[in-house]
């Protein structure tokens, strides 16, 4: 397979929402940035504070048609699809739509929507008097739904719940229906929202290294050799994606495997790649830059872009790949990586093509 | 006008082990005799109170003991329905005779489709929050949430290293995950792939469908006259798929092939099917395939028993198939709607018509739909039939469909 062009993109994070915001907050790179959010008001406490979006107004990005049953990711997520097919400027109509797909990362939907969907059950003196319109947001396909329905995109659809891994997965997935002609193009991405339920749940888990964050990043990805109506512009050329488990301790070792098996399939030289983002937040922390210098037998600068953003869990891989587009300097040949607490790893080896640079 | 497979995806696609673990029995000689005799799955909900819902049933696997199946796994650090998943893998490889320990681990992935993941410990934290607030919730339970764990299950069960994936395409989510797992196969990245799906019964889906009117009693009749809605259920199905050569190599006995699938989405509604969705995703499955409507001996349908569910899809079946479409038959009037785990379950009835020439029954039978004049649903009873070609229908909320295609092999 010759890897994946991405056509364009965007992003919502802590640093603001779309291309620009991002570029501005690298501009001024504020490693370490305070938590700022949210600034929405929940009616439960939080443990702690977080890199929220904050100033996030969906309906008016979106209308009050079709939103008032949005969670937060389902909302984070459709801006962001929006304004990623807008930049890449795909043509959408009843010709291309069908070979138009979508792939959404996530760890499980919304903990929010399915736990109060329980809750009114639980709550309520007929269990069964919960509200129906609600019962497909406790569902985890919900959001990439609600793309395909907005923007009417109707290829592929799924919604891959790989946690920490999970936009390496989605990555491979799109790659794969674009290689075996299931689609032509494949709007890719992952979304996590904040949530006191995923603040709690991170909390009482043992908390995160970087503050909780939330966000989305998707990317218009099409082959190499895409038709016209895809788009005029080529950011990047994702040119392999690889993943795997292994369970325990072992998991290291799954990724310095992982690294080994995307370099020869990519026939790239481990000399040439100048840059790893990785999913730690801090500089003693080497449990994931350790078994990918490894295999690279070499030791590339390391950029943790959790630390600007927070830990975005199924999101923060495809942040990662969204600083690296909005950032002015040339990256070089980049390798992005994930190890998943629970044992997954994965890798993406990626050039930033240098005429779309802005 | 989808673009032709590029011609090195030439890998056949063999299927050789089955592993149900479901509410007419685990293990695929008990799940086939209980499926061709029409036993039923349904009983009195257990695995949460009913009693203030007005209907009570549903498709439960009772007794579920995972330490019966399991060998690496300790189940008290895993949720049902990574259970229900790796159980159904450890059944699936013990069917194809395959050592994991015999394989390239690397080369090895797991595919596991889910509606609503760990739903039982979502309701479990639930319970506990509203008790106790958020500070109250159990940090192991919490720790069992990631939908993610599902495929991980399967994949630390078996050691397993490749891709280790949980789908998340609701209902349609097994045939997605059964699709995908193919075209790793068939694209040369993978030697054998164990695809399928899990789902547990819970609390709040049983809620969310008998406020959408979609519930039965605790009788799942789908296209008849009279169907009153579907019956939630739960289990494990995982299929063990294997490129031709791999399991040649090794001599494994083939079931079936996986001819091909189709995936789409509607794009319309977020609960209501689309005829023209589904009908589109029927002939772009015949056309991956290479088959012709009229090569489809057996149809598995989605099936659910729903009034408008059912009506769609025997329409775009009669739609696509003309006046005399083949037999089709839902297993879901026997085990319920087991959602993230349906088309696992489907596939694994289409392939059990396939080897044993015999179709599955659609029980609960009692007169026929006048909308749907013209379907052979193989009321009541098994039949004898010669099966080459086999379409497992899946289709979920969002409009997402997944179709997949199974043959004999010669």
Known sequence: ?358 | MPADPPEQFVNRVAVTGLGPVSSIGSGISIFADALFSGNSGISRISRFDPSGFPYQHAGEVVGFDPAHYLRRLDPAEWGRSSQLAAAAARLAVADARLDPHRIDPTRAHAIIGTTSGESAVIEAVTAQLVAAGFPGQDPALLAQLPANRIAHAVSMELGLEGESLTIANACSASNCAIGYGYDLLSDGRADVVLAGGAESVCRWIHAGFYRLGAVADNVCAPFDRDRAGLLTGEGGAVLVLETFEHARARGARIYAEVLGYAVNCDASHPVAPDLDGISACMRAAHLDAGVKPSDVDYISAHGTGTRVGDQVEGQAILDVFGPEPPPVSSIKSMIGHTMGAASAFGAIASILAIDRGLLPPTMNFGSVDPGLAGLDTVPNAARPATVRVAQNNGFAFAGDNAIVMLGAVA
């Open chain 1, 1 to 358: 397979m010759n890897g994946v062009m991405v056509r364009g993109w965007s992003a919502l994070s802590s640093a603001g929402i779309g291309t620009r915001a991002l570029s501005d907050r690298i501009a001024g790179m504020d490693l370490d940035t305070a938590p700022t959010g949210p600034d929405t008001e929940f009616a439960e406490p939080l443990p702690a504070p977080g890199h929220a979006v904050t100033g996030f107004d969906p309906v008016a990005r979106l209308g009050r048609k079709g939103t008032s049953t949005y969670d937060r990711v389902t909302a984070l997520t459709s801006v962001c699809c929006q304004e990623a097919l807008e930049e890449a400027g795909t043509v959408v109509d009843d010709t291309t739509s069908p070979r138009i797909g979508v792939v959404l990362g996530t760890t499980l939907g919304s903990l929010k929507s399915s736990s109060d969907f329980e809750r009114d059950t639980l709550v309520h003196a007929r269990p069964y008097m919960v509200n129906p319109r609600l019962f497909p947001t406790g569902v985890m396909n919900f959001a990439a739904g609600q793309v395909a329905i907005r923007f009417g995109l109707r290829g592929v659809n799924a919604t891959l719940a790989g946690g920490d891994v999970a936009f390496f997965n989605g990555l491979r997935y799109a790659a794969t229906m674009l290689g075996h002609g299931r689609a032509e193009v494949m709007l890719t991405g992952a979304a996590e929202e904040f949530t006191p339920h995923r603040a709690w749940a991170a909390h009482l888990t043992g908390g995160t290294a970087a503050p909780l964050g939330e966000g989305a990043a998707m990317f218009v990805l099409t082959r190499p050799d895409a038709p016209s109506w895809t788009g005029p512009d080529r950011w990047a050329h994702v040119r392999g994606v690889a993943t795997g488990f292994g369970a325990g301790d072992r998991s290291g070792a799954a990724l310095t495997g992982c690294v080994i098996r995307l370099l020869e399939e990519t026939r790239t030289d481990p000399a040439v790649v100048t840059t790893v983002l990785t999913g730690e937040a801090t500089a003693d922390d080497t449990t994931e830059y350790g078994p990918v210098a490894q295999a690279l037998g070499q030791s590339p600068r390391r950029m943790m872009v959790k630390r600007l953003l927070g830990e975005c869990s199924a999101a923060s891989a495809a942040l990662a790949l969204s600083f690296l587009l909005a950032a002015d300097a040339d990256p070089g040949l980049t390798l992005l990586t994930a190890r998943g607490r629970d044992g997954s790893v994965g890798a993406a080896l990626v050039e930033v093509l240098p005429r779309c640079r802005r």
